[in-house]
C-alpha cells in the first residue's frame, strides 16, 4: 500500500527535523541550560537520598578541576549521538523516498539507514537516559533534573517508529 510506504517516509522525515532542532539546541542555541541538565545529573546534586550514593558522582567542575572535561565530553557524545541518529534517518527517508514505488524487495532494503537511525536512538534513550542517567547517576530522585518521563516518551515514540518502519512492505497493487 502506497499509503503505508509514505507514512514510513514520512516517520522518518519527521525523526530526522525532531534530531536537527534537538542538536541545534543542545549545541548551538542553548547550550548552557542543557548543558546544565548533564552537569546537575553527573554531579547528582539534588538527591533525595543524600549522600549514600554520591560515590558515583562526577561533582560540579570548575576549569581547575581535572573533572571539567568530563561534563562537556559527556554532552558532545549525547549531541554527536542525536546527530548522527537524525542523518541516518534523514538518510533513510531519502531512500525511501527514491525507491517509494519500487518493487518491495528493493523498498524493504532502503530501510537500512532508517532502521539504524531509529534503533541507534533507541539505545540513547535507554542506555544514556534510563540507564546511565536515571539508574547509575539516580536522575529519577531530583525533582528539578529528571529527564526520565522525557525518555521513556522518546523511547515509545521512536520505538513505535521502528516498528512500523522495519514492518515489511508487500509489492504495490498495479
Known sequence: MLALRHTKIALLAAAAFFFLIVVLNNAVFD???NYGFVQHVLSMDTLFSGEAQRWRAFPDPTPEDNSYWFHHAFYW????WEAAAGALCALGAW?????VKAPAA???AAKTFGVYGLGLTLLQWFTAFITVGAEWFLMWQ???????DAAGRMFMIF??????VAMKDEELPD
Open 31 to 33: 547550550y548552557p541550560s
Open 77 to 80: 557524545t549525547i549531541i554527536a
Open 95 to 99: 531512500k525511501l523516498c527514491k525507491n
Open 106 to 108: 528493493v523498498f524493504n
Open 142 to 148: 531530583s525533582k528539578s533534573w529528571n529527564g526520565q
Open 159 to 164: 520505538g513505535i517508529s521502528l516498528l512500523l
